[in-house]
């Protein structure tokens, strides 16, 4: 089951340059929550301290408190135990490009030390089911590699790759901006369909989708969170300005 | 900014603009035509029906282009939805006006006859509702149309008044049974004009200010009623 996240303060430089203030959040477990606005505006930048790959680039910090459920996950947690907890997908898919469709699922497995074959025969199948691809690959998995998949299908076999390691959250940074209107479609029903069993943050660009998939919606200006409401209010009758001018294209 | 939506947004409110003119100007023409039992203003107000149902296809297809196309959000989308509905019932304000025309055209062929109902006050008070619910909109105040909200509950007196004097009228005097009907008849029809006037300015609160304020309606969080049927119109 997915767990919810709170975050306090939160504030992020790269090198001097102060990417997130003072961000306060308390994302539902087992909800879609959506971030908006305009590049640059730090929505990106929040998720990657989510589960802490902000960290990795080179000068970057992070200041401010981070529950994940019951976990700090800047306190008594190892990066890659906070991961194990916490699935991405990204822009581009990136399955292994070499690797089986299997093998791409299996893959978090295996680097965790899982061996017995029926079980991640088990894991696989249920965690291409839980993507919606399952059907469509199921009699090629050992044959065929990631790459060989369309985009859409790529991106759904990361998102299987993410969900094999039983995440309680699942972060996705515009999963389907480079995807077409009915491999989109199909993300999005799956997020829908997802949010059952795990916590979704999901950045995205497109506003539509924002307003499709999630019942949060932050919106992000200049590294802070100017309105964080239920989306139908954001989108109907959001309550700051900058919100509204960003929404409806007055925006600079 | 968007400035291809901003154009299609201002003639969409440009074509409302001329639409509220239009049924405006119908509802006076009408009411005119009944105190001076003129033929003429009654022709005026058949004849511009046909602009006015002209002019509300256009601008539910200027609307529904716009949502298509351009995927309103918040106020924009608010706006837009404002429109569809004003429009609507600025053609029922329109249908209203040709009823009264219609009746006046009846009652014309009936000897005149002094009634106790002041309908010149009542269509001056159902005009002067329907002129502010659409200087609301073009002001986008949302204080202008609550006043007009206000003004429902004298209408509503009016139309009770009408039909007590006039059933009693009818009763004491059954040879203008048919006028006093048709003085009844008018009275309910600018009763329902000043309900369409109604529903324009709680349109314009909902765009202005994002609050459903239809039928008393509580805000957010607590269970409303299902909603009351909208008044029923006589159409043509």
């Known amino acids: 089951m997915g767990v919810g996240i709170q975050v306090e303060k939160l504030n992020a430089w790269y090198g001097r340059t102060q990417a997130l203030h003072d961000i306060n959040l308390k994302v539902q477990a087992n909800h879609a929550t959506a971030l908006i606005g305009p590049s640059g505006c730090g929505k990106s930048t929040f998720i990657r301290c989510l589960n802490r790959m902000h960290e990795t680039t080179p000068e970057a910090r992070v200041e401010g408190t981070i529950k994940i459920g019951d976990y700090d996950a800047y306190q008594g947690t190892s ?79 990361c998102i299987a790759r993410a969900l094999a390691v039983e995440p309680e959250v699942l972060l996705m940074d515009e999963p389907c901006s480079a995807l077409d209107p009915i491999s989109t479609g199909k993300i999005e029903e799956l997020i829908f369909e997802l949010k059952a069993q795990y916590t979704i943050v999901i950045v995205t660009h497109n506003m539509q989708q924002a307003a499709r998939v999630a019942e949060y919606t932050g919106f992000f200006l200049l590294g802070r969170m100017i309105e964080y409401d239920k989306t139908e209010k954001i989108f109907t009758n959001p309550s700051d300005k900058r919100t509204e001018d960003y929404i409806t294209g007055r925006f600079g | 900014m968007r400035t291809r939506f901003q154009q299609g947004l201002d003639e969409l409110r440009q074509k409302l603009l001329r639409m509220g003119g239009l049924a405006e100007q119908a509802v006076d023409r009408a009411c005119q035509a009944y105190l001076d039992r003129d033929l003429n203003r009654c022709q005026m107000v058949l004849e511009g029906e046909t602009q006015i149902n002209l002019s509300e296809r256009q601008i539910d297809e200027l609307a529904f282009d716009l949502l298509a196309m351009q995927q309103p959000m918040a106020v924009d989308l608010r706006f837009i939805l ?111 004009v000043a309900d369409h006037a109604t529903n324009i300015a709680e349109d314009v609160i909902f765009w202005v200010r994002g609050a459903d304020v239809r039928h008393n309606a509580p805000q957010e969080g607590v269970v409303q009623e299902p909603p009351a049927q909208r008044a029923a119109t006589e159409t043509h």
Do not use: C
């Not at chain 1, 978090?108 to 696989?124: M, Q």
């Not at chain 2, 309908?119 to 200087?135: G, H, K, N, P």
């Not at chain 2, 006039?166 to 005097?173: A, I, S």
């Open chain 2, 82 to 192: 404002a429109v569809t509905k004003i429009n609507a019932d600025l053609e029922r304000v329109g249908d209203q006006a040709v009823n009264i025309a219609e009746r006046v055209m009846d009652m014309v062929s009936l000897p005149a006859v002094d009634l106790p109902v002041d309908i010149a006050r009542m269509s001056a008070a159902v005009s002067a509702m329907v002129r502010r619910a659409l200087e609301s909109f073009i002001e986008a105040k949302a204080e202008l149309a609550q006043a007009v909200l206000e003004m429902d509950n004298v209408v509503d007196r009016m139309r009770d008044e009408a039909f007590i004097v006039l059933v009693k009228t009818m009763n004491e005097r059954p040879e203008t049974t048919r006028q006093a009907l048709d003085a009844l008849l008018v009275a309910r029809n600018l009763e329902r």
């Open chain 1, 79 to 157: 990066a890659t135990q906070l991961r194990r907890r916490i699935g991405m997908v990204f822009q581009k898919p990136n399955p292994f490009p070499t690797m089986s469709i299997y093998d791409n699922v299996a893959a978090g497995l295996k680097l965790n030390g899982y061996r017995d074959k029926k079980h991640l025969d088990e894991v696989v199948e249920k965690s291409l089911a839980s993507s919606a691809l399952w059907d469509e690959v199921k009699d090629s998995i050992h044959k065929k590699s990631g790459a060989s998949l369309s985009g859409g299908q790529q991106q759904r076999l």
